[in-house]
């Protein structure tokens, strides 16, 4: 059983790589703003609750958050492990979190401030399907269009650069200490996010002594 925390500020490619190691080893995705994300999208109760907070680029109360989590864990839909990302983001989450499950190791993306803000603000989403694109790295071949479903493209809510400010801000007040915490426990690995998405999985693979990871072409 293999299991993970990605952490990392805001694009410094949490999602993607997440996907590129859970489609490999069979790992399950746990993707807490995904999670948040879906509610929205779908208009339910929950939705309701956080929209407005998760518009903000704030940070959704910590009652929601751990139970949305414990529901998600819970589930155990996995037979080989689980990525978690975007939790724990705080003191109170890590401590929930280090209390009911055991992690082999902490996956922590490192970006600087000015290529986060470069990434960010050229992110766009699909809204059909969940596809994200970035103007710079990663263009859909047609215009604001979803290379997969042709669904016209949008700009999250939460990437705009007022948001962005406010996420930086919480990242370093209050993520940064979870950090610290894990590196307490000795199962945090550093690895540098700006190169190539494909270089970064290649690292992660070697320093957590994954299979090597070979890209698709
Ligand atoms: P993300 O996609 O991880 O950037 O999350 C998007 C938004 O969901 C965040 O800006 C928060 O509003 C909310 N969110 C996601 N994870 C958490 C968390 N662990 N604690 C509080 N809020 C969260």
């Not at 949490?14 to 399950?28: A, F, P, R, Y």
């Amino acid at each position: 059983m293999r299991k993970y925390v990605i952490m990392g500020v805001q694009g410094s490619g949490k999602g993607t790589q997440s996907e590129l190691l859970c489609d490999d080893l069979d790992l399950v995705h746990i993707s807490v703003g995904d999670l948040f994300r879906w509610h929205v999208q779908n208009h339910t109760k929950l939705g309701a609750q956080v929209r407005r907070t998760m518009k903000s680029g704030e940070l959704v109360s910590d009652d929601l958050v751990e139970s949305v989590v414990r529901d998600r864990l819970d589930s155990h839909d996995w037979n080989f492990g689980f990525v978690v990302d975007g939790f724990p983001r705080n003191g109170r989450q890590a401590e929930f979190f280090m209390e009911s499950y055991d992690i082999d190791g902490v996956i922590h993306l490192e970006l600087s401030d000015d290529e986060v803000r470069r990434r960010v603000l050229s992110r766009r989403l699909c809204p059909g399907c969940g596809m994200d694109y970035n103007l710079i790295a990663d263009r859909p071949k047609v215009e604001g269009r979803c290379d997969i479903c042709g669904t016209t493209l949008i700009t999250r809510e939460d990437d705009t650069p007022e948001a962005l400010a406010a996420r930086l801000r919480d990242y370093y007040e209050k993520t940064k200490p979870v950090l610290e915490l894990f590196r307490r426990k000795e199962v945090v690995h550093d690895v540098d996010a700006a190169p190539a998405a494909d270089e970064v999985q290649a690292s992660i693979r070697s320093t957590l002594g994954l299979p090597a990871y070979e890209p698709k072409s």
